[in-house]
């Protein structure tokens, strides 16, 4: 009886509702307290004008220990509360990036009394102080400590120069557009050095001390926070234009050694910058430039400076290839493509409101365009390393088959979504292909546009009617995308709203490649490296084999990445294997191309033998097709069904230059 009396409890239970059984799990006594959103404190910015004018003063003489100490003074008027803010969204990062972890030492004082300051509960960039009764100005006292080692951050005070960031060493006050807000800067910087920024220091420098002093004119914040500086030990200085100037830094003097040809190339930049746009939309143009090993890499856009750092070898191993030497030409033509003219979504009122990214396929993506293009009309790029670069990446955004679930424009959040950190599968989850992505795009708009106008126009008449500005005007107009579908239309009438509907927001099968056969080429591949894919190995450290074999290669034997379903894929490869044997030999780069080369055909899968810590495994990669490399090949009058010589192409005609 107690046995049947068991199997019928069982068999009761199991008919007990999901209803009843969560009611027993979950009782209505549990306490379920009610959500109750905190309330934001701090002041909106308005556009309305600051009363007085901020002082800041940044010690950057610790170039030992990287310590900037700053001192900044600022109007108030007691009593009343004030909320002081550190700059989070930056401008050129399209992200939170201010490194708040950094301000320490933070003392605020209304002459000898200290006031106390308390962090916002919800904005940790926000500070706010009890102003007394009579106070009309305060001082803060703050250190911004720098990286010391790259896993901190980037470097930016290195023993030979340092780049003073003006967001990183002030706050501001909250509740005005930063536009309106005076401020007067000065940087105390190590004996000595010399400094480069597109502000202008005051004609007259009050000299109280020995020390090496430098007061800037008086600006609003938002200018002074687009104007970084260089400085540094070893500085040069050259005159580009009448209103540019190539100013250089180096970790020693013996990389500063630009020929003359070399200088003759960077004022041919911005001449063909400025015959490209119409127009120069600053009073001044400062290139900042840091060869460096020591200070940390960079690449940031402002509206009248670049702020970039490259290899030392920059000027004295030039005929190693083109280099970085793509970067500068992007950056100016930032100051007409994302800095004059901005998405309205990117222009913020204050460093506190988040910035929407969605057009930065235009943003940077146009810009990467007319950077390569004005390179080649400079001669910074040959014509033969762009076609190369135009074919790396058009076979580079073919291997991003992430784009069959992600279409491009989500690529335009990964600067919020993931800052720029390594990931494991870089070519499925995708990564900020907004830029070459959105090159292959402009270059298929150009090729349509000469297409549809028999040649009479081109995608330059669009960049000289949508971003022509006033010269010397500085400010901001923003766009929508009817702005730029509109200017489009009025350059040459098409369906551009499906196109760009099209290639920027529908999940796709392949890169978009057909500006390269409407502009006269075709991607083709072979067995041979072009010079330009050897020299990005070469700075990069690393073998290229993401066409064939599906790998990246560093040159300690490392796998940097592996091509999502590709053959190294299938066999079970991932980043950060370090591979020690090919085919039973020990591994070398060069074993590794020769064995892929000799199984070109054959029905042999390739061995490879790798480790991860201290476990060892064999991998078997089934792969036949040989070394694949892209090249841009030309194509011919038969290959077009007699659509005329091919002889000078849209592409050919894009990449020529348009001033002596």
Request: glycine share 8%; hydrophobic share 35%.
């Amino acid at each position: 009886m107690r046995l049947v009396a068991f199997l019928g409890l069982v068999l009761a239970l199991s008919f007990v509702s999901p209803a009843t059984a969560v009611s027993a799990a979950m009782p209505d006594k549990l306490s379920k307290p009610a959500y109750t959103a905190p309330e934001d404190t701090i002041p909106k910015a308005q556009d309305t004008p600051f009363p007085g004018t901020m002082r800041l003063i940044v010690d950057a003489r610790d170039n030992k220990q990287g310590v900037f100490r700053v001192q900044q003074f600022i109007p108030v008027s007691g009593p009343s509360r004030l909320t002081l803010l550190y700059p989070e969204w930056l401008p050129g990062n399209h992200a939170p990036r201010g490194e708040i972890e950094k301000l320490t030492g933070l003392r605020i004082l209304a002459g000898k009394t200290e006031l106390p300051w308390i962090r916002d509960n919800v904005d940790v960039y926000a500070f706010h102080v009890d102003i007394p009764p009579g106070v009309t100005e305060i001082e803060a006292l703050f250190q911004f400590t720098s990286a010391t080692t790259s896993n901190q951050g980037r470097i930016v005070m290195a023993p030979s120069m340092l780049n003073l960031r003006w967001h990183q060493v002030s706050l501001y006050p909250a509740g005005h557009y930063v536009r309106q807000i005076p401020v007067e800067a000065t940087a105390i910087y190590p004996a000595g050095w010399r400094a480069a920024s597109a502000m202008r220091p005051k004609p007259r420098q009050e000299k109280t001390d020995n020390l090496n002093r430098v007061t800037y004119q008086k600006t609003d914040y938002d200018t002074l926070v687009d104007s970084p500086v260089f400085a540094g030990k070893h500085f040069q200085t050259h005159r580009l234009s009448r209103r540019a100037h190539l100013n250089i830094v180096a970790d020693d003097g013996k990389y500063l050694k630009p020929a003359k040809s070399h200088i003759a190339k960077h004022s041919k930049l911005v001449r063909e910058a400025e015959a490209l746009f119409g127009s120069q939309p600053y009073d001044r143009y400062d290139f900042l430039l840091a060869l460096t090993k020591e200070m940390g890499s960079i690449g940031i856009e402002h509206h009248r400076s670049s702020e970039n750092g490259v290899n030392r070898e920059y000027f004295t191993k030039w005929n190693d290839g083109p280099g970085r030497r793509n970067l500068l030409p992007h950056e100016i033509v930032h100051s007409w493509n994302g800095k004059y003219r901005r998405p309205v979504g990117m222009w913020t009122p204050d460093f506190r409101e988040p910035m929407r990214d969605n057009l930065l396929w235009v943003y940077e993506g146009q810009t990467q365009f007319w950077g390569y293009v004005l390179g080649a009309r400079s001669g910074l790029f040959s014509k033969q390393d762009t076609l190369d670069a135009f074919a790396a990446i058009a076979a580079g955004m073919d291997r991003r088959v992430g784009r069959e679930w992600r279409p491009l424009i989500d690529t335009t959040h990964d600067p919020i979504i993931s800052a720029r950190r390594p990931k494991p599968w870089s070519s499925w989850q995708r990564q900020e292909d907004y830029y070459n992505e959105g090159l292959l795009i402009w270059l298929e708009v150009d090729g349509i546009i000469r297409r549809e106008s028999g040649g009479k126009r081109s995608l330059e008449n669009f960049a000289r009617t949508f971003f022509k500005g006033k010269n010397g005007d500085y400010g901001v107009v923003t766009y929508q995308l009817t702005d730029v579908i509109e200017a489009l239309n009025n350059v040459q009438p098409y369906d551009w709203a499906s196109l760009i509907d099209e290639r920027v927001n529908r999940p796709t099968t392949e890169a978009p490649k057909d500006g390269l056969t409407l502009g006269g080429y075709k991607l083709v591949y072979n067995a041979t490296p072009s010079d330009f894919i050897r020299a990005n190995d070469k700075r990069r450290k690393q073998l290229d084999l993401s066409h064939s074999i599906g790998l990246v290669m560093s040159d300690k034997g490392v796998v940097k990445s592996v091509m999502w379903d590709g053959p190294a894929f299938k066999a079970g490869l991932k980043t950060g294997l370090t591979i020690t044997a090919i085919n039973g030999k020990a591994y070398s780069a060069e074993m590794l191309t020769q064995a892929i080369e000799e199984n070109r055909g054959q029905m042999n899968k390739i061995e490879i033998f790798a480790k991860n810590d201290d476990q060892y495994s064999n991998f078997l990669v089934d792969y036949s097709g040989g070394l694949r490399y892209p090249h841009l090949d030309k194509i011919t009058a038969d290959e077009t069904a007699g659509e005329g010589d091919q002889t000078e192409g849209g592409i050919d005609r894009l990449l020529k230059p348009k001033t002596r």
